[in-house]
């Protein structure tokens, strides 16, 4: 079935770095969501990508997905402190059942 | 506007009994899944329904169902508890009837099972 892999699994930064986590699929994808997850929340969709080599910006948060829509990423840039929590790309194939990454958890340290 | 609720917020049974879990979507929505979310890991899928009908399952056992009333809203129901049952559940609304589009999430129920 459909694996998405998602790295890394956590990331430490400093406030004002920059941080990008990495989503890749098994398969080919009709389209990519992504997902913020606060501790102790739920998850908050943030966009979802459709078209092959699309970029979508964010105010500091930018999202590309692959050309051959397999792999996605989300970069966010100078994080700040609001940043915390865990980040979830959601992919779905042909099955039409949407796949989870394990989310990869930012911690910014002020 | 109201968000998705889901009741209840934490819940505690034993191994063997069965529990039902509710969700009420945002109004308007016709859509509502449903995702198991183990610590550590991303939420899993377990069923969509669109308008009273199953539009989707994931990879879980018979032990699970669920079903969506004229309202929208939908209970999930899990049969003879396994203590792996124990994760949050999460209710997600759309308004689309096929496809994923922007999911909107309750705040889920915390499911212990002993």
């Known amino acids: 079935g459909q694996q998405v892999m998602q790295i890394p699994q956590y990331q430490h930064v400093q406030e004002g770095e920059d941080f990008t986590t990495y989503c890749n699929s098994s398969t080919t994808l009709s389209n990519i969501q992504w997902y913020k997850q606060r501790p102790g929340g739920h998850p908050v969709f943030l966009i979802q990508?459709?078209?092959?080599?699309e970029v979508k910006k964010q105010k500091r948060l930018t999202f590309q997905f692959g050309e051959a829509k397999k792999n996605s990423s989300l970069h966010i840039t100078a994080t700040q402190t609001t940043d915390v929590g865990t980040y979830f790309c959601a992919g779905q194939g042909r099955s039409y059942i949407p796949t989870f990454g394990r989310g990869t958890s930012l911690i910014v340290h002020p | 506007d109201a968000g998705v609720t889901q009741s209840p917020t934490h819940l505690i049974k034993t191994r063997g009994q069965q529990v039902t879990l509710r969700c009420s979507p945002i109004?308007?929505?016709?859509?509502v899944s449903w995702y198991q979310q183990v610590l550590g890991q991303g939420p899993q899928f377990i069923f969509q329904y669109y308008e009273k009908e199953e539009r989707g399952r994931g990879n879980f056992p018979d032990r699970f169902s669920a079903r969506q009333f004229p309202n929208y809203s939908s209970e999930l129901n899990v049969n003879a508890l396994l203590l792996g049952d124990s994760a949050l559940y999460l209710c997600a609304s759309s308004t689309t009837s096929g496809g994923f589009d922007e999911q909107f999430f309750g705040p889920g129920t915390r499911l212990t099972v002993l």
């Open positions: 990508l459709v078209k092959s080599g």
């Open positions: 109004s308007g929505h016709k859509s």
